[in-house]
């Protein structure tokens, strides 16, 4: 019962995908467009912007030079945020909006160049809300009626930020990528070393470059090298031992989530003990007495940081003849899914879109998929073409299992989910808050596909 990470080429389904993803959010993009048009010669330009956590939309932004700017923004994050253009001579900015509000940013007219535009909320700007106001001849120009199949390659959308022949390269790219490679995968097993009958595994904690997608690099914290660092399998009564170094030049502690423990292994600095100093280790001794299932260890310390920078991993506890065994299925195809968002972007695994890896089964495999969410953000999973079963929360298999087809996943939860792979094709699984999976130049963050191959090879 291994996680299958075979490479698998997605060619001739790649179409399949991107349409069934189209149709799917198709809807929703034109929100961010709607009131863009630039108005006759003499009014201002007018654009429309979507604030989001932590985005800004569009993020490039093509306007012509001489004319006055109008932008009207709308908070659709829950978060406060504000729009700010830094004009070169100073910044024009909303007031801070609350969620839900909206308000106009007018801008006098500007020379070619390239503007910054950004949140001046503190901290805003690095979590990504950033982006460019592009002032030039060619900016803003806006043809109706960009439909059909030919003629429209220069058109631009009615946000002026991106035109037709973009969004179709750019959705199709993504898709085309798709799984693309990038440096070291997450989740990886670690075994562990048996010491007097004591199953021993050792993490370190670290500051590492982490490649979300390719050429993407974010400064996170891994395990062992990895978002999310590896999977831990223990067996119930076994005593277990994970000593945790700390490589990073900030202290941390971690906590094992779910998992009983006694209270001075609870990871919790100055409550149960103190901050394992950089260059420094604490040993987590504890006897397992929770039934099978998924559980999660992460940091406990400056967490916002280093849960959301990657410090977090997968501690099974799994019966003797694996997860069968718990829900009366030969589980044939086993994946694990962390959900992420924060400094790493939206991420499944600690990889956005085209870099997520496919949850590969053959027809008719029983496919058991581990969630949790170690990000600070609701998360509802949405698979196509199926529905599935939620056999377990945090740990716990349900006395009363039901089917959905959308799981919403909040922070700090787990669910098992189980997927009878009765139909063949490439089935895009990803998150429904739209603004996590896609834009105008495709999709992105938190989406992956669940390929049943006819072929058991
Ligand atoms: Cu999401």
């Known amino acids: 019962m291994t996680q299958r990470t075979r490479r698998w080429w997605i060619?001739?389904?790649?179409?399949?995908?991107?349409?069934?993803?189209?149709?799917?959010?198709?809807?929703?993009?034109?929100?961010?467009?709607?009131?863009?048009?630039?108005?006759?010669?003499?009014?201002?330009?007018?654009?429309?912007?979507?604030?989001?956590?932590?985005?800004?939309?569009?993020?490039?932004?093509?306007?012509?030079?001489?004319?006055?700017?109008?932008?009207?923004?709308?908070?659709?994050?829950?978060?406060?945020?504000?729009?700010?253009?830094?004009?070169?001579?100073?910044?024009?900015?909303?007031?801070?909006?609350?969620?839900?509000?909206?308000?106009?940013?007018?801008?006098?007219?500007?020379?070619?160049?390239?503007?910054?535009?950004?949140c001046t909320v503190s901290g805003h700007e690095d979590l990504g809300m950033v982006g460019s106001l592009a002032i030039s001849e060619a900016g803003g120009s806006v043809a109706a009626g960009a439909t059909g199949s030919g003629g429209v390659s220069h058109q631009t959308m009615s946000d002026g930020s991106v035109t037709v022949q973009e969004m179709l390269e750019g959705h199709e790219a993504g898709v085309k990528a798709f799984p693309a490679e990038t440096q070291a995968l997450g989740n990886q097993p670690l075994e562990p070393r048996l010491e007097d009958g004591v199953k021993v595994f050792e993490l370190t904690a670290e500051e590492i470059q982490w490649e979300t997608e390719p050429g993407v690099f974010v400064d996170a914290m891994g395990f062992n090298g990895t978002v999310p660092g590896p999977e831990l399998r223990v067996n119930p009564g076994d005593r277990v031992r994970i000593v945790v170094r700390n490589e990073m030049t900030q202290p941390t502690t971690m906590h094992l989530h779910g998992v009983t423990v006694p209270n001075g292994m609870d990871g919790v600095p100055y409550i149960t003990q103190d901050p394992i100093m950089p260059g420094g280790f604490f040993t987590y001794e504890f006897d397992v007495v929770d039934p099978p299932g998924m559980y999660v260890y992460h940091s406990h310390f400056n967490s916002t940081e280093q849960v959301g920078k990657g410090l977090y991993g997968a501690i099974y506890i799994e019966p003797e003849g694996g997860f069968s065994r718990v829900y009366g299925e030969p589980i044939e195809v086993e994946h694990t899914l962390f959900l992420g968002d924060g400094p790493t972007g939206y991420v499944l695994n600690g990889k956005g879109f085209p870099a997520t890896q496919p949850i590969v089964a053959d027809l008719g495999d029983d496919v058991l998929i581990h969630l949790a969410n170690d990000g600070a953000q609701i998360h509802p999973m949405h698979l196509h073409g199926y529905h599935f079963e939620v056999v377990a929360a945090d740990g716990f298999a349900l006395e009363q299992p039901y089917m959905a087809d959308t799981l919403m996943v909040a922070p700090g939860q787990r669910f098992d989910i189980l997927v009878k792979a009765d139909h063949a094709g490439v089935w895009a699984y990803h998150c429904h808050i739209l603004p996590h999976v896609e834009g105008p130049h495709g999709m992105f963050g938190m989406v992956t596909a669940l390929v049943v191959q006819e072929d058991s090879g």
């Open 11 to 118: 060619l001739p389904a790649a179409l399949s995908l991107a349409l069934l993803m189209t149709a799917c959010t198709g809807d929703e993009a034109s929100d961010t467009g709607g009131d863009g048009e630039p108005q006759a010669a003499g009014g201002p330009a007018t654009f429309a912007v979507v604030l989001s956590d932590f985005a800004i939309q569009p993020d490039l932004i093509n306007a012509p030079p001489g004319q006055a700017l109008a932008f009207e923004v709308a908070n659709n994050g829950s978060a406060p945020h504000s729009f700010a253009v830094d004009t070169g001579n100073g910044v024009e900015a909303t007031q801070e909006l609350q969620a839900g509000q909206t308000a106009t940013l007018e801008v006098p007219a500007l020379d070619a160049g390239d503007y910054k535009i950004y």
